[in-house]
């Protein structure tokens, strides 16, 4: 039984749930649209047979997410969360249904799931990224480029950006200032 469903003992619900997923990041990494189509089917019957299991919510909107159908997977990601979905998965559904909020122009409800994201997992510079975009797409470019920068700064290797990484860092708090 997968780690991910230590609620459930139904056997047939596991080895179709293992099988969902498994099609679903098959589908994902070769981007087969007919495998993610499958994997996508597979869940919404799991979804409309255990509509108050956090991950088979959680997994449905990926799979929607990964299919293009990303308005379809807000009523996923939404339950997931309402259910109580916690740690990575909690981490993973916040920055797509953040992600997918930007994407459809709902700003409000972006920065809100994405300020979340950042707030409750401060380390995951996914949701830093992503968040600093909706903050670009709200008119609040000076904090998205202050993210944007010091990400760049923290995690890059070049040799000509780390000897200015004093300077940037500098700057990218203080992006209005001038001489």
Known sequence: MNKRLIHSSDKNF????????????EGR???????LNEARTLLLELAAAYPDHAQVNYQTGIAHDNTGLGKEAIPFYL???????????LERCLLGLGST????????????TLRRGV???????????FYSMALYNSGNYKEAMEI??????????DEKLQYFKRGITYYAQHLDETW
């Open 29 to 35: 990494a070769k981007q087969d649209e007919t495998v």
């Open 79 to 89: 339950k997931a969360i309402e259910l109580g979905l916690t740690g990575p998965d």
């Open 14 to 25: 596991c080895e179709r749930f293992d099988k969902a997923i498994a099609l679903r990041e």
């Open 148 to 157: 944007v920068l010091m990400n760049l700064m923290e995690t890059t290797n």
């Open 119 to 129: 707030t409750e997992f401060p380390e995951h510079r996914g949701l830093q990224i």
């Open 101 to 112: 909020y930007r994407v459809l122009g709902f700003y409000k409800e972006a920065l809100e």
